[in-house]
């Protein structure tokens, strides 16, 4: 297995993911802005099986990603250095939902998402603030983004994401910092340094999940754990 991290993500956290799957760790300079500039969901939106890519990610990933057999598909639109551009591909998919705002959704994941109703919401940088716990339970980080999907009948949690380390800005958002494998969430955070630790594994083990921290810092935004099977 394939996991796309941010090369920054913290040196005990890489160790940990490393004993699951092969990292591949995101870099790029010139694209977007620096602080989400190796952030794998700003580059990369999973739907159902497909992963679909922006089209000016660097030729070296996809290379990779090709050579371990991982079939994408290229957006449309290219990613620039100033939001909305920034986000175009930071979308979450579900097996009945797509979570964005639609007039920034690259028209790929659009595509592939036809047979899902669209749960519009305003804050395009969605999955930074998203971390679906398999399909009826959301982390959330967004108010915005927590009234919609609590109007859809999901089950949410918001977690406040002002300790939330995100380099150049105040703070940055738990969505980036967690991603989901099987029955897993596997966050960039130690226990110890959410105060809303224990309420988070309880609202996981309620979903039939746990979570799995990865590291003994404060919560990191590395824009989310990408875990890919070959």
Not at 65 to 87: C, N
Not at 190 to 198: D, H, N
Request: net charge negative.
């Amino acid at each position: 297995m394939l996991i796309i991290v941010d090369a920054k993500i913290p040196a005990m956290a890489k160790e940990a993911l490393s004993a699951i799957g092969q990292l591949l760790e995101l870099t790029t300079e010139g694209i977007v802005y620096p602080a989400i500039s190796g952030h794998p969901d700003i580059f990369f939106c999973r739907v159902g099986q497909e992963l679909v890519v922006a089209p000016n990610l660097p030729d070296r990933y996809f290379e990779t990603l090709s050579a371990h057999g991982i079939k994408v598909l290229r957006g449309e639109q290219l990613l620039g250095k100033q939001y909305p551009a920034t986000a175009k591909y930071n979308a979450v998919a579900t097996r009945n939902y797509l979570i964005h705002p639609p007039v920034i959704t690259d028209q790929t994941i659009k595509n592939l998402c036809i047979n899902k109703k669209l749960l519009a919401v305003k804050q395009g940088y969605t999955r930074c603030n998203l971390m679906m716990v398999g399909e009826e339970h959301a982390l959330i980080s967004d108010t915005g983004i927590e009234r919609v999907l609590n109007q859809a009948g999901i089950k949410t949690f918001f977690v406040d994401p002002g300790t939330v380390r995100l380099p150049d800005f105040g703070h940055g958002f738990f969505g980036g910092c967690c991603g989901f494998w099987t029955d897993t969430v596997y966050v960039l955070a130690g226990r110890g340094s959410i105060a809303q630790s224990a309420e988070i594994e309880a609202f996981a083990a309620a979903a039939g999940c746990r979570i799995r921290w990865l590291t003994s810092e404060t919560p990191f935004d590395g824009g989310g754990i990408f875990f890919v099977e070959e």
